[in-house]
């Protein structure tokens, strides 16, 4: 049945948060974004409005603004629930500016959690992510796996977000769930949007198309001697449609009362571990082409292996990661090769 709730986003023309924004759309939610597109473009409205044929409003505002972000809870006094994305994601530049990451991440975070209260929004889902868990080696990863010390700043960022949620969440009325990412790939299957690289491309996969495409000369392996099944790290790929649809079930989860606890988390992988060289075999198959690759040497502060326990998101969301590798690395391709031709 289509619902005619009102979901505030923050983050809303960044990568995962336009692919939400569409699904909640296509499922009759309205959507109203907030995001100062700081690391997003300005085409992003349009092409949601555009895709999903529904209207759908962004708020250009800093989350750090609080004065401004009350008048938007003003224009808007039917919101249910708040799905917070944003945020600067960046492990290497966290490891080089880490207090402009505390200061993005966290007063963005504190404000967001103060909006919620004031405005009394029932519902507050918040992006995690894998990182927390640190470098375990406990696999798969499950939700009572002891988180440890992040990598860098920016898993920092979420931890601390995460603990400061967990503080909160004991003394107030809101349901709050985080859901911890693992791999987030691929692209919208309209091919209009999916993920744009703010600067150099931290993530594997858009630095195997941007090498495919030309964009980069070869593509290294960081490390082919690992204890793996092939040398190659392992890792959690999951298709970004997929991590969409898990934001919009979280939030039902707790629009329908299912909700235990005021502090839920859900890992959100496959889990299914792929190593680099697996992901790389399933591009060329999608795209046709061999990729311009070398085996170079291993990176400092990689994990060896880490892919995710699922079943919780699966028995209580009923989430299910249905996209296969395939699908993931062809939606990626259709994209690389979009922002081409439009010169995005
Ligand atoms: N993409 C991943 O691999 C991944 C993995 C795990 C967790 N996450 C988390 O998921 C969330 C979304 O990630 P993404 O990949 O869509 O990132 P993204 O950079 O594409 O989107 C984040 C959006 O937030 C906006 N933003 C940042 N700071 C803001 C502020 N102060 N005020 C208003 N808007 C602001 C940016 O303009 C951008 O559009 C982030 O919290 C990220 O840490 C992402």
Request: net charge negative.
């Amino acid at each position: 049945m289509e619902s005619t709730k009102t979901i505030l986003i923050t983050g809303g023309c960044g990568y995962i948060g336009s692919h939400t924004a569409l699904d909640l759309l296509s499922k009759g939610y309205n959507v109203v974004s907030i995001d100062n597109l700081s690391r997003s473009k300005q085409f992003v409205p349009e092409r949601i409005k555009t895709i999903s044929g529904k209207d759908f409003i962004n708020y250009r505002i800093d989350l750090r603004d609080l004065p401004k972000l009350r008048t938007v809870l003003h224009n808007h006094t039917d919101i249910v629930g708040i799905i917070h994305f944003a945020a600067f994601k960046s492990v290497g530049e966290s490891v080089q500016k880490p207090l402009i990451y505390f200061d993005n991440n966290i007063n963005s975070t504190i404000n967001i959690l103060r909006i919620a209260e004031e405005y009394a929004i029932p519902n507050f889902v918040f992006s995690s992510s894998c990182s927390v868990y640190g470098n375990t080696t406990e696999l798969p990863v499950n939700e009572n796996t002891p988180l440890s010390s992040p990598e860098s700043p920016y898993g920092w960022t979420k931890l601390i977000a995460e603990q400061m949620i967990a503080s909160h969440a004991k003394t107030s009325n809101i349901n709050f769930i985080a859901l911890r990412y693992f791999n987030p790939v691929g692209a919208h299957e309209s091919g209009k949007i999916g993920e744009i690289p703010f600067a150099e491309p931290e993530n594997l996969v858009p630095n195997i198309t941007q090498t495919a495409i030309g964009k980069k000369g070869q593509f290294v392996i960081n490390g082919s001697d690992y204890p793996t099944r092939d040398g190659s790290c392992i890792r959690d790929y999951v298709h970004v449609m997929d991590i969409a649809e898990a934001h919009t079930l979280a939030l039902e989860f707790q629009m329908e009362g299912k909700q235990q606890n005021k502090f839920e988390v859900f890992n959100l992988g496959s889990g299914n571990g792929v190593s680099v060289l697996e992901l790389i075999h399933s591009f060329e198959s999608v795209s046709g082409a061999p990729l311009n690759y070398v085996l170079g040497t291993r990176r400092e502060g990689d994990v060896i292996a880490i892919y995710a326990d699922n079943k919780k998101a699966a028995e209580q969301l009923n989430w299910f990661a249905k996209r296969n590798l395939d699908q993931m690395m062809q939606s990626a391709w259709a994209w690389e090769q979009q922002l081409q031709n439009e010169n995005l």
